[in-house]
């Protein structure tokens, strides 16, 4: 049993495995697949239930995909997932974020988590209003 | 020395702090000022600080202004911060937030935490492609 | 088996759990238990291990006694540990923390926590000189 | 005084350090120290007084011993701490976890930190019967 | 639109809500169903899709249901979800667990997370052994 | 577009960020800037703002400035953030930290993640004293 866990590349894949990397990139478009699915590979039904979840939820819907890749960004900064990070902002800058758009966002993570521990600190009661 | 901090309203608040909640209701064209605030007044110099730091940093720029209240939401969510998701949703929704976008936005939040952690616990490389 | 774990009362409690009472309040030199300890002792082992543990970190060493209970604060602020929160601050304005010095605590918590996000975010290089 | 603390080897520890060591050798029933233990030896009083804890916590109960290996790496993996994930993935393999047992372990810590997060952000309210 | 997101009843449930409700309480062989279910109705795509991977993660597999239930718990309080830790404590209970188990549960929680930040703030050095 | 954002060097800056780079080392009284600032400096509004931020907060006030930075260093552990630990720690020992305080501040921060683990898993009520 290895103590690590390669990526498992297309070649080396199990047809079940494979059919999940075939479906990732006919989705996006694309001739490869990151490693995160590669990884995920070694156990076949979490691939294919991750995947599934994903396409669901990053498919097209009310919020556009440029901002869902944002918000997974604002995530992943604040959970400090360095890979999630280099990879939503790759697909963010694939689909069009701007350098200046990347660093108003950076800007509201920082922010955001100053005034959530702010409020948290000084167990704000909530406005009447809110409610 | 009170062990709470209340909320300090316009009426009790000094003039330093007065002119704050006047830039507060200005700027956002409204009549009142939510609790944050009047808590965070208690110190006059962070009132006044944090007001001018949310005020360039989610005031206008190259992100659509829901889009940024969506943001603090998905972060707030992460971060358990109770308060924080009540008022940014209130005022997500007052900048056109439907129902289904709401939805789509918590779908996101969770299951960007899931892949977050899937991904922290196997210990990712990072793409070349994504350097 | 009771769902809630209430705590227990000095009266109500085995000799095992008064012994720990009766070294707070000893150690402390106060006449009362909080609810903590209170609720700990469903678990005598844990109640006696972990008030071993915070009689020695927090007790006399090289850290003033006033800057460990504001320690313990800007811990529990970016935790979002409210009762952990409430009963450090009355420590720690037991131990002379004035209203000014609570502010000045509370403005770093937030800056941190925004600080730490934007370098993990950006991913930045360990400078040499640091290491 | 060195910037970064580098792990003590047994020659090169103090009696006081080399008697923990030693315990943890003879307790575990092995014939190394990991480097958590060796970095924290720079501080010999909390070197002994987590180890205590550990060997209390982790000692014969009522959790089997592969459980409390799996729990711990489950609360890693959510914390994001690296080493804790390698070691403890260690600790558990080498106490018969198998790989399925990984994956199902993992699909579970992601899927908690999905949950966990939707429930916070709609702020659910708890049913009667689980208090 | 409300504010709020009430739990919706079974009565006042679309048929689509209401299969998920039925094979909820056929797969725990009980009558009733618990709030998360009920709030996250408001959108039955995510109550659909959510319920499927519980489904799947925690049903049948290599890990004992109990052990299922308290890896759920311990990483709901290290995350700091009330609601979860509530949910999962009641359905841990009913599947056996003990109160001393609960309490041996609780240590390895904290133990972890003090451990966890011990790691992270030394910067320990992952072992060769363990990779 | 880059990927990634490299830290950028003082010759290679432009007026406004080297503005920026001059006050922080006129009031830090040094002759270089760590990379956390040469990073940040690919988006100057946002550069010059968190250290208007930082020369405020960390500035003289009512807390000893080594206090300050072990509050950093006490929250920087907490979330996890590798880059900001050993800044700060370095900035720490440059006001005189010894490494007997450092020891004590690191058994705190383990000490205290534990205990709010514990106190939320338990969700021990408010003593009314607290209030």
Not at 82 to 93: L, P, W
Request: proline share 5%; aromatic share 8%; charged share 25%.
């Amino acid at each position: 049993m290895s103590a690590i866990r390669t990526p498992i590349e297309y070649n080396d894949a199990s047809p079940e495995v494979r059919a999940v990397y075939d479906d990732i990139m006919a989705t996006r478009k694309t001739d490869w697949v990151n490693n995160f699915w590669k990884v995920l590979a070694h156990d076949p039904a979490s691939l294919r239930r991750i995947w599934t979840n994903i396409k669901e939820v990053m498919g097209p819907g009310t919020i556009d995909p440029l901002v869902k890749e944002m918000l997974y960004i604002a995530i992943s900064a604040s959970n400090g997932c360095r890979y999630c990070i280099a990879s939503h902002s790759a697909a963010a800058r694939a689909k069009g974020m701007t350098e200046a758009q990347y660093s108003e966002l950076l800007a509201i993570v920082g922010l955001a988590n100053e005034t959530n521990r702010l409020v948290t600190a000084l167990d704000v009661p909530v406005d009447e209003r809110f409610l």
